[in-house]
């Protein structure tokens, strides 16, 4: 998200994982067709790692979903989530006032560094799942976790717009090859 500015964005709701709701389709580009660009994996892997990354995440938030109380556990969740995409995603996880999973949504896409947020569509999707907390994510292509300066000012953004419905923002990481960097341990929240 190094230029939140400069690039056109589509809204790509790539999963819901509240209970009770059937899951959403995925753009063709978030699945099988993304981990094939890869080259390393055929048509057919692409297509069952792109299954296996959903069954995981279904498991994951099954029931009333994991309860992320510590920073491994979201780096974990989050890793599985983000690694690998070759575009930024940004991505809302959605939280009851235990810290269980109600959702976990990929609001907005983007190109290779940077992608588009806009405070209103996050603040409905934290309305329409009750949230009572969020954890934002969004993946660095390029494997640097440094955050970015539009990085931070977007944080901020988005914490004083949950702020006026009463939804507190827990963390936002910054996922690059399979590793997590949290803006609140480093005192960016």
């Known amino acids: 998200m190094s230029d939140v500015t400069s690039h056109t964005v589509e809204s ?12 959403r389709s995925a753009p063709r580009e978030v699945g099988a067709d993304l981990l094939q ?7 057919e892997e692409a297509r069952v790692l792109a299954q296996a990354r959903a069954i ?19 780096r974990e969740y989050l890793t599985t989530l983000l690694t690998s995409q070759e575009r930024e995603y940004f991505v809302m996880v ?5 810290h269980r999973v109600l959702a976990s949504e990929v609001l907005f896409a983007g190109t290779i560094d940077g992608a588009r947020v ?6 409905k999707c934290a309305i329409r799942h009750n ?7 969004h993946g660095h292509p390029s494997g640097v976790l440094e955050p970015s300066q539009a990085d931070e000012l977007i944080t901020q953004r988005l914490k004083e717009a949950l ?3 009463d939804v507190r923002v827990l963390d ?5 090859q399979g590793q997590c960097s949290s803006l609140s341990e480093r005192g960016l929240l």
Do not use: C, W
């Not at 819901?16 to 709701?21: E, L, Q, T, Y």
């Not at 949230?131 to 994510?137: K, N, S, T």
């Not at 936002?172 to 690059?176: E, K, S």
């Open 12 to 23: 790509v709701p790539v999963q819901n994982v509240r209970r009770g709701r059937g899951r």
């Open 37 to 43: 660009v890869m080259s390393r994996v055929t048509e």
């Open 56 to 74: 995981l995440l279904k498991l994951s938030a099954g029931g009333s979903g994991p309860a992320l109380t510590s920073p491994q556990l979201v």
């Open 94 to 98: 959605a939280l009851d006032n235990r």
């Open 118 to 123: 806009y405070p209103r569509e996050v603040v």
């Open 131 to 137: 949230a009572a907390a969020v954890i934002f994510a």
């Open 163 to 165: 702020a006026l419905v």
């Open 172 to 176: 936002h990481f910054v996922v690059g």
